[in-house]
């Protein structure tokens, strides 16, 4: 069964920019859960996905947002990028909502924000 | 607001001693708490779990107690092994909710 995959991989932006990240679940599960990933700061909860609503959110500002799609493939928007926002950004999928549901990361993106 | 900390940033463990990884939360809410295992540009990997009824929990090498009383946890690894060295990340979540926090991460080295 193939795992998580979040595309791009890498990528790099200037302030002021807006981009939109991609993942895509483990076949079979529901929900999609982001996280913001920086030195020091461990991984900060952005926001969860399930059966495209979203369930939960994280203290983000507005300009991070996310959807989901009927296949369950969820995409992450970050509008107005700031240099603050430099960080890996870390997709899980788990085949239910709630947080007793084991996740299942994926690799990441690296944004890269000058 | 750390809800989950993860005081010690870095580890460094010789091959076949025990490392112990610690982990302090704030919320006594909290009822359910994991570890997660990272290697370098991979994402985190679910390692162990343990429920607020229980408060020990092993799987092979990996035993994590769970101190209620004073909101602590820790990750036992016997004996660590090179292939251990990686960053850990406490979490935890509260009844029915839908969003696990993490801690900060603390980066194991096991030296041969």
């Known amino acids: 069964k193939a795992g998580v995959t979040q595309t791009p991989r890498y990528l790099i932006k200037t302030r002021g920019q807006q981009v939109t990240l991609s993942c895509s679940p483990i076949?079979?599960?529901?929900?999609v859960s982001w996280y913001q990933q920086t030195p020091g700061q461990g991984l900060q909860f952005l926001f969860e996905?399930?059966?495209?609503?979203?369930?939960n959110k994280g203290n983000f500002p507005g300009r991070f947002s996310g959807r989901q799609f009927s296949n369950s493939r969820s995409e992450m928007n970050v509008s107005t990028l700031e240099l603050g926002d430099s960080a890996l950004y870390l997709c899980?999928?788990?085949?239910?909502?709630?947080?007793?549901?084991?996740?299942?990361f994926g690799p990441g993106t690296r944004l890269t924000v000058l | 607001d750390q809800q989950v900390k993860q005081n010690s940033p870095s580890l460094s463990v010789q091959e076949g001693r025990i490392s112990i990884l610690n982990c302090d939360y704030t919320n006594s809410m909290f009822d359910y708490f994991l570890w997660y295992k990272k290697y370098p540009a991979e994402g985190p990997t679910f390692l162990i779990s343990?429920?607020?009824?229980?408060d020990k929990n092993e799987d092979g090498r990996f035993t994590v107690f769970l101190n209620k009383s004073a909101k602590h946890l820790s990750l036992h690894i016997v004996p660590s092994q090179p292939g251990d060295s990686a960053v850990y990340f406490c979490a935890a979540s509260i009844p029915g909710g839908f969003k696990t926090i993490f801690g900060a991460g603390t980066r194991l080295f096991v030296k041969a």
């Open positions: 899980a999928s788990s085949l239910a909502s709630g947080s007793l549901n084991e996740q299942f």
């Open positions: 996905y399930f059966s495209e609503t979203q369930r």
């Open positions: 343990i429920s607020s009824i229980k």
């Open positions: 076949s079979g599960h529901r929900s």
